[in-house]
């Protein structure tokens, strides 16, 4: 941990991110361990989402919080497959990512988390991160391991699978 805390340098994030660790260590192992059932690949799984992490400690505002579980969830997920895709040279990692999904539960309350709830994990993923947690494509993508205009598209076609979803379902009617 002590890595990581080096990486960080605002002290408050520092607690913050000592207590998200502690607290969701094994949670975000049983994730990655899910999808890579070894575990020398889930730690190198978890190194990498905690990286991620880190770097990304100022949008964290309550480490213990549904809305912060839902964020470690989805990177130890991605973590986890990036490293199963390289491990296994899966040619059609949408494919992998339909049948894996441990995905953090959507925002409470109405039709449109019933229509998130329908996405393919990775538009899950992106359309949970962008505008339920705030952040912004470029770090989206840095989370992805992809490139910002690839993150673009995929932020496109997400919202786009969205409001089919949701006009299928009635939510949305322009």
């Keep these: 941990m002590i890595l990581y805390l080096q990486a960080i340098e605002s002290p408050g994030d520092k607690e913050k991110f000592e207590l998200l660790y502690k607290h969701y260590r094994s949670y975000m192992f049983k994730i990655a361990h899910d999808i890579l059932e070894n575990e020398f690949d889930t730690e190198d799984a978890l190194h990498n989402a905690f990286i991620s992490i880190s770097k990304h400690m100022d949008k964290v505002q309550d480490p213990l919080s549904r809305q912060t579980k839902g964020y470690v969830a989805i990177i130890a997920e991605r973590k986890a497959i990036d490293i199963y895709r390289k491990r296994n040279r899966v040619v059609s990692l949408e494919a992998l990512e339909n049948e894996i999904s441990v995905s953090a539960p959507p925002p409470d309350g109405n039709g449109l988390s019933a229509c998130i ?57 322009p």
């Design 117 to 173: 709830s329908k996405l393919p994990p990775r538009d899950q993923h992106f359309i949970m991160l962008k505008y339920h947690h705030g952040y912004t494509v470029k770090e989206i993508a840095d989370m992805f391991d992809m490139k910002p205009a690839a993150a673009s598209k995929l932020d496109q076609r997400a919202k786009a699978k969205l409001e089919e979803l949701c006009r299928e379902e009635g939510v949305y009617d």
